[in-house]
């Protein structure tokens, strides 16, 4: 399916959930006409449902997103130097064996075919 085609259905379907409801002739969940719409909020719970919940869930997400960064060990400072062990990317398995065992001249130098 083309990316024009998936837009174009994903904005059919949000229009069609969120305003189809309106056009139906009765609505199964709201209040149906002459009915007591009933007592509304408390200011307490408005201020718990509209004001509480929201911050709560902002700092829920923010902290579930910084302390894994906050956790983090031997992290590089610039002005304190690097302090972690060193890594050895795509070498020899046993790095020590290696360098023991060779031999001057077995590695070729340069980069893009050059020598020296």
């Known amino acids: 399916m083309s990316r024009r085609a998936v837009t174009l259905v994903a904005a059919l379907g949000t229009v069609l959930m969120t305003a189809g409801p309106a056009f139906a002739d ?3 969940i709201g209040p149906q006409e ?3 719409p009933g007592k509304g909020l408390s200011p ?3 201020i718990l449902l509209f004001v509480v919940l929201p911050v709560l869930t902002a700092l829920v997400v923010g902290l579930a997103v910084w302390l894994p960064a906050a956790l983090r060990t031997n992290r590089y400072r610039p ?3 690097w302090t972690a062990p060193p890594v050895w990317f795509a070498g020899p398995p046993e790095p020590v064996a290696a360098v023991q065992t060779a ?3 077995d590695v070729v130098r340069g980069g893009a075919s050059g020598n020296w």
């Open 34 to 36: 002459g009915d007591e």
């Open 79 to 81: 002005a304190k130097g």
């Open 103 to 105: 031999e001057p001249g």
């Open 26 to 28: 009765s609505n199964p």
């Open 44 to 46: 307490g719970a408005t």
